[in-house]
């Protein structure tokens, strides 16, 4: 009994024992000791448990298929090593069966037991003979891993074994499954500690008030504040005044559950703005939402960035120019953009280019070297710039200025090339005409002096090489002037673009035909066996142009002088040959026109009178140096009846020398003007004069150049002169020819009104050489016509001039004109032309030019004068 009681209590103490064994370690496992002591306790309470059980543990790592040793202390280090990772599979031992089968296995005796083949010495050696492993499953079926229980004989577990082996498993798995809990708890705050800490956006938690509860480091940053300083704080301490009601109203949105994202451009604490994209969220624990997250990302930089990018696009689809990006990492190099203005410039749309090489633009007029230049740039990922034809959609060629650059990223690589294409077609052709005009004359379209003399420096080397001569042929029309200035400048262009059209068609290919201005053109002969060829041509240009023209309703006929200059095998200056040419065609004139003379050294000599006579007559303008004759007009009783003013030059070495001579070359030089000048004051002062000395009031006559009638000063100049001199108006007459009123008829009507407002007479100088008819005088306020001397001088023998100065005089008659004959030298003449009905008379027959004093004499003698009939 006592022993029962002994026993009894034994068995008390015992369980007592073991349910205090099993408390500590539930202790453990709820204070969430290492799970590796945990394990040993629990193995070293069961081996209290088991008589003579070694106990040991294994972690499974399902993944692996493998089991880890983690507590079996009692074992030998030796041995530990050897099963320290152990496969799990069906003959493996006792633990990797037990894992593989999920199920108890039983080794009753390692040496015989073939799973044990492997390591069975090693069991032998560590006294090792039973094994029983018990798998380790958690609650959901995991497996967690493998209880082993060894005993150092042979044996097999009986009921009492067993159910202390699956209470010490369950333990095991408890404490598995708790720390496996914990490690999962613990690695899913680390990730959401990640989150928050490496997080490159500024992350934080408020309260539902609106209070800073965490902050990572960017707020910091975001901010200026520290994170300190902003747990606490209230969001709205952060936000600029404006934006405190939208935000307020979003934060109180996610406060009830809606996660809100927005931008909003927040002052750091250094006053400068970031703009923040910002996103709230709301904090939910236990599926109440306790607070809002927020997440603001600095977008700063981007939305500068990408307003500049903006800009970009907007100044690049809007430019003038066409802009193409072609993507270099794809060989071929595709188009990957065009702008409107490419669009534009080529009349292809943008889906048709994109994805192709730029290169479909050339076509057969692209200068292959510009491509090759293009190319070979390219290729070595440089900027290049060639002007190329390329050709738009519709075939139409054009110029494009292209700019082509490559685009590197961070590395340098060239990623893409961005060419700018600029249509410059206009400022070609532009160009074009520019250089066009710079070698051709605008109104005959034969090329000008300067183009010329290109050609003429160019011919002459050539010509020198070849051995061959060369011939320039200086071409000016005789008559030109008078017709431009009597039908006008619209018919003289007509007329010099026939003359042209006519050269042109005579020249063989390599000659030059060029204008030079007014109406001289000049010819390069550059294909020459003999100087004797260049007269041939020239004599067939003079009877080209001699040809009549018909202008209008105008017949005209020309006549040219040619110069004729060839070049010496030593000719230094090309350009000399054109004024040879120009000093010989001078030549030709001064024969008698119409002709053609060769250049010879004396020509030079000639050539230097003209100036000296020019340089003598501005030394006799300046000096005064010139007298004024009068010579008489006489009326039908055979009175004097006015005189006319007559120019005489007495030069200091060769007499007089006629104004025949000299006034050609002062109306072209304008020396004509002072000279005009003195001539108008002088007559006037002279017949002033006359009146004065009881000479009486007698007209006077004074040639008018057309340069001073149509000087804007010319009234007002004739106004003072007479107010000058004291002459009434009346008692002046002026003479004028008719291309002088031909020519800006309108101006000069005017100027004639005027001219009769004043009193002062007009008359009709050398009437019949010019190109008008009679019935152009009716519109001219004039007074009276003068026939030129060729047809006096015929009038006794030609029946032809007798009947044009019957027309002449009965047709002024009719028109209220007093008629005067000039050049009269014959009686007969005197006689018929009084038949006819002229009413004044002017010849060397009554008297000839003669200074002042002899006109005083010779009034005194032919007294009573009367300026009534002039
Ligand atoms: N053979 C011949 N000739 C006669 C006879 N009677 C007069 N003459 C000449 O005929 C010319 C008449 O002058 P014109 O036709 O106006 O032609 C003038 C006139 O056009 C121009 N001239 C003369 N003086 C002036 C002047 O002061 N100013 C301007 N602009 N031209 C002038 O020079 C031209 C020539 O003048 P001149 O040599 O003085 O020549 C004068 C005169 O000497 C004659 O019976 N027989």
């Not at 190329?388 to 519709?394: A, E, P, S, T, V």
């Not at 008008?772 to 030609?798: M, Q, T």
């Given at each position: 009994?006592v022993?029962?009681?002994?026993?009894?209590s034994?068995?008390?103490?015992?369980?007592?024992?073991?349910l205090?064994?099993q408390?500590?370690?539930?202790?453990?496992?709820?204070?969430?000791?290492?799970?590796d002591?945990?394990?040993?306790?629990?193995?070293?309470?069961?081996?209290?448990?088991?008589?003579?059980?070694?106990?040991?543990?294994?972690?499974?790592?399902?993944?692996?298929?493998?089991?880890?040793?983690?507590?079996?202390?009692?074992?030998?280090?030796?041995?530990r090593?050897?099963?320290?990772?152990v496969?799990?599979g069906?003959?493996?031992?006792?633990?990797?069966?037990?894992?593989?089968?999920?199920?108890?296995?039983?080794?009753?005796?390692?040496?015989?037991?073939?799973r044990w083949?492997?390591?069975a010495?090693?069991?032998?050696s560590?006294?090792?003979?039973?094994?029983w492993?018990?798998?380790?499953?958690?609650?959901?079926?995991?497996?967690?891993g493998?209880?082993?229980?060894?005993?150092?004989?042979?044996?097999?577990?009986?009921?009492h074994?067993?159910e202390?082996?699956?209470?010490?498993?369950?333990?095991?798995?408890?404490?598995?499954?708790?720390?496996?809990?914990?490690r999962?708890?613990?690695?899913?705050?680390?990730?959401?500690?990640?989150?928050?800490?490496?997080n490159?956006d500024?992350?934080f938690?408020?309260?539902?008030?609106?209070?800073f509860?965490?902050?990572?480091?960017?707020?910091?940053?975001?901010?200026?504040?520290s994170?300190?300083?902003?747990?606490?704080?209230?969001?709205s301490?952060?936000?600029?005044p404006?934006?405190?009601?939208?935000?307020?109203?979003?934060?109180?949105?996610?406060?009830?559950?809606?996660?809100?994202r927005?931008?909003?451009?927040?002052p750091?604490?250094?006053?400068?703005?970031?703009?923040?994209?910002?996103?709230?969220?709301?904090?939910?624990?236990?599926?109440?939402?306790?607070?809002?997250?927020?997440?603001?990302?600095d977008?700063?930089?981007?939305r500068?960035?990408?307003?500049?990018l903006?800009?970009?696009?907007?100044?690049?689809e809007?430019?003038?120019n066409?802009?193409?990006?072609?993507?270099a990492?794809?060989?071929?190099?595709?188009?990957i953009?065009?702008?409107?203005?490419?669009?534009?410039?080529?009349?292809?749309?943008?889906?048709?280019?994109?994805?192709?090489?730029?290169?479909?633009?050339?076509?057969?007029?692209?200068?292959?070297?510009?491509?090759?230049?293009l190319r070979?740039?390219?290729?070595?990922h440089?900027e290049?710039?060639?002007?190329?034809?390329?050709?738009?959609?519709?075939?139409?060629?054009?110029?494009?200025?292209?700019?082509?650059?490559?685009?590197?990223?961070?590395?340098?690589?060239?990623?893409?090339?961005?060419?700018?294409?600029?249509?410059?077609?206009?400022q070609?052709?532009y160009?074009?005409?520019?250089?066009?005009?710079?070698?051709?004359?605008?109104?005959?379209?034969?090329?000008?002096?300067?183009?010329?003399?290109?050609?003429?420096?160019?011919?002459?080397?050539?010509?020198?090489?070849?051995?061959?001569?060369l011939?320039?042929?200086?071409?000016?029309?005789?008559?030109?002037?008078?017709?431009?200035?009597?039908?006008?400048?619209a018919?003289?262009?007509?007329?010099?673009?026939?003359?042209?059209?006519?050269?042109?068609?005579?020249?063989?290919?390599?000659?030059?035909?060029?204008?030079?201005?007014g109406?001289?053109?000049?010819?390069?002969?550059?294909?020459?066996h003999?100087?004797?060829?260049?007269?041939?041509?020239?004599?067939?240009?003079?009877?080209?142009?001699?040809?009549?023209?018909?202008?209008?309703?105008?017949?005209?006929?020309?006549?040219?002088?040619?110069?004729?200059?060839?070049?010496?095998?030593?000719?230094?200056?090309?350009l000399?040959?054109?004024?040879q040419?120009?000093?010989?065609?001078y030549?030709?004139?001064?024969?008698?026109?119409?002709?053609?003379?060769?250049?010879?050294?004396?020509?030079?000599?000639?050539?230097?009178?003209?100036?000296?006579?020019?340089?003598?007559l501005?030394?006799?303008?300046e000096?005064?140096?010139?007298?004024?004759?009068?010579?008489?007009?006489?009326d039908?009783?055979?009175?004097?009846?006015?005189?006319e003013?007559?120019?005489?030059?007495?030069?200091?070495?060769?007499?007089?020398?006629?104004?025949?001579?000299?006034?050609?070359?002062?109306?072209?030089?304008g020396?004509?003007?002072?000279?005009?000048?003195?001539?108008?004051?002088?007559?006037?002062?002279d017949?002033?004069?006359?009146?004065?000395?009881?000479?009486g009031?007698l007209?006077?006559?004074?040639?008018?150049?057309?340069?001073?009638?149509?000087?804007a000063?010319?009234?007002?100049?004739?106004r003072?002169?007479?107010a000058?001199t004291?002459?009434?108006?009346?008692?002046?007459?002026?003479e004028?020819?008719?291309?002088?009123?031909?020519?800006?008829?309108?101006?000069?009507?005017?100027t004639?009104?005027?001219?009769?407002?004043?009193?002062?007479?007009?008359?009709?100088?050398?009437?019949?050489?010019g190109?008008s008819s009679?019935?152009?005088l009716?519109?001219?306020?004039?007074?009276r016509?003068?026939?030129d001397?060729?047809?006096?001088?015929?009038v006794?023998?030609s029946?032809?001039?007798?009947?044009?100065?019957?027309?002449?005089i009965?047709?002024?008659?009719?028109?209220?004109?007093?008629?005067?004959?000039e050049?009269?030298?014959?009686?007969?003449?005197?006689?018929?032309?009084?038949?006819?009905?002229?009413?004044?008379?002017?010849?060397f027959?009554?008297?000839?030019?003669?200074?002042l004093?002899?006109?005083?004499?010779?009034?005194?003698?032919?007294?009573?004068l009367?300026?009534?009939?002039?």
């Amino acid at each position: 009994m006592v022993r029962l009681v002994v026993g009894h209590s034994r068995d008390l103490m015992a369980a007592r024992e073991q349910l205090e064994q099993q408390q500590t370690i539930q202790a453990m496992i709820v204070e969430e000791a290492p799970l590796d002591q945990t394990l040993e306790a629990i193995c070293r309470m069961l081996e209290a448990q088991l008589q003579g059980g070694i106990c040991s543990i294994m972690q499974a790592d399902v993944d692996e298929r493998r089991l880890h040793l983690i507590a079996g202390e009692r074992l030998s280090t030796a041995y530990r090593q050897a099963i320290v990772s152990v496969a799990i599979g069906p003959d493996v031992g006792a633990c990797g069966s037990s894992a593989h089968r999920r199920e108890l296995v039983v080794c009753e005796d390692l040496a015989l037991d073939p799973r044990w083949e492997r390591i069975a010495d090693l069991a032998a050696s560590e006294g090792l003979r039973a094994c029983w492993s018990y798998p380790v499953i958690a609650r959901d079926g995991r497996l967690l891993g493998t209880f082993a229980t060894y005993y150092r004989r042979p044996a097999t577990p009986g009921s009492h074994e067993l159910e202390r082996i699956v209470q010490a498993v369950d333990l095991v798995a408890l404490a598995m499954e708790r720390a496996q809990d914990r490690r999962a708890l613990w690695e899913s705050e680390q990730r959401y500690r990640s989150l928050f800490t490496y997080n490159p956006d500024a992350v934080f938690s408020m309260d539902l008030q609106g209070h800073f509860v965490t902050a990572n480091d960017h707020c910091a940053a975001l901010t200026g504040y520290s994170v300190e300083a902003l747990r606490g704080t209230h969001f709205s301490e952060f936000l600029q005044p404006d934006d405190l009601a939208a935000v307020q109203q979003t934060f109180e949105l996610t406060g009830a559950g809606e996660p809100c994202r927005y931008e909003l451009q927040v002052p750091h604490r250094d006053g400068t703005l970031h703009r923040l994209d910002l996103t709230t969220l709301p904090v939910v624990v236990d599926e109440r939402i306790i607070g809002v997250y927020g997440i603001a990302k600095d977008v700063t930089r981007r939305r500068e960035h990408e307003t500049r990018l903006r800009i970009l696009e907007r100044g690049v689809e809007a430019s003038v120019n066409g802009v193409l990006i072609a993507d270099a990492g794809v060989p071929g190099l595709p188009i990957i953009y065009a702008n409107d203005a490419f669009q534009r410039i080529t009349g292809y749309a943008r889906a048709e280019v994109i994805g192709r090489n730029a290169h479909f633009l050339q076509g057969s007029e692209t200068d292959p070297a510009a491509v090759q230049k293009l190319r070979h740039e390219l290729a070595q990922h440089r900027e290049v710039h060639v002007t190329l034809c390329n050709y738009r959609k519709d075939g139409t060629p054009f110029w494009n200025d292209l700019y082509i650059s490559p685009v590197r990223d961070e590395q340098g690589a060239v990623t893409h090339y961005v060419g700018i294409q600029h249509d410059i077609s206009e400022q070609k052709t532009y160009e074009a005409h520019l250089a066009y005009h710079a070698g051709h004359d605008a109104l005959t379209g034969l090329a000008n002096r300067s183009l010329l003399e290109d050609r003429l420096v160019h011919d002459v080397e050539l010509v020198r090489r070849q051995g061959k001569r060369l011939a320039v042929l200086f071409l000016d029309l005789d008559e030109f002037k008078p017709i431009n200035d009597s039908l006008g400048h619209a018919v003289g262009d007509e007329l010099l673009r026939g003359v042209a059209q006519r050269l042109s068609a005579a020249m063989r290919p390599g000659d030059t035909l060029a204008r030079l201005g007014g109406d001289e053109f000049v010819v390069l002969l550059p294909d020459l066996h003999d100087a004797g060829q260049a007269m041939e041509v020239a004599e067939r240009l003079l009877s080209i142009v001699s040809r009549p023209y018909r202008v209008g309703a105008h017949e005209l006929s020309l006549s040219c002088s040619i110069g004729i200059a060839v070049s010496g095998a030593d000719i230094e200056q090309p350009l000399e040959l054109i004024q040879q040419a120009d000093m010989a065609m001078y030549r030709a004139k001064q024969q008698g026109r119409n002709a053609c003379q060769w250049f010879t050294p004396e020509i030079i000599h000639r050539m230097g009178d003209r100036v000296t006579l020019r340089n003598e007559l501005q030394e006799a303008i300046e000096a005064q140096a010139f007298e004024l004759h009068y010579q008489p007009l006489i009326d039908r009783e055979g009175k004097v009846a006015g005189v006319e003013a007559l120019l005489r030059w007495p030069h200091p070495l060769r007499g007089y020398i006629s104004p025949a001579q000299f006034i050609p070359l002062a109306e072209e030089t304008g020396q004509i003007i002072p000279i005009s000048e003195w001539v108008l004051a002088r007559a006037c002062r002279d017949l002033h004069q006359l009146d004065r000395v009881g000479l009486g009031r007698l007209n006077v006559a004074v040639n008018l150049s057309p340069l001073q009638f149509h000087r804007a000063s010319f009234l007002g100049k004739l106004r003072e002169t007479l107010a000058v001199t004291g002459l009434p108006a009346p008692q002046l007459s002026l003479e004028l020819t008719e291309g002088v009123l031909m020519n800006d008829t309108e101006g000069a009507i005017e100027t004639l009104h005027a001219l009769r407002t004043m009193g002062v007479g007009v008359a009709i100088d050398d009437f019949g050489t010019g190109f008008s008819s009679l019935s152009y005088l009716k519109h001219l306020p004039i007074d009276r016509v003068k026939i030129d001397r060729s047809f006096v001088s015929g009038v006794a023998n030609s029946a032809e001039d007798a009947a044009i100065i019957q027309g002449i005089i009965s047709m002024a008659h009719h028109l209220g004109l007093k008629v005067v004959a000039e050049g009269i030298e014959q009686e007969q003449q005197h006689h018929l032309l009084t038949a006819h009905g002229c009413d004044l008379f002017q010849g060397f027959l009554f008297a000839r030019p003669m200074p002042l004093e002899s006109l005083i004499e010779f009034l005194a003698e032919h007294r009573p004068l009367s300026i009534d009939g002039a």
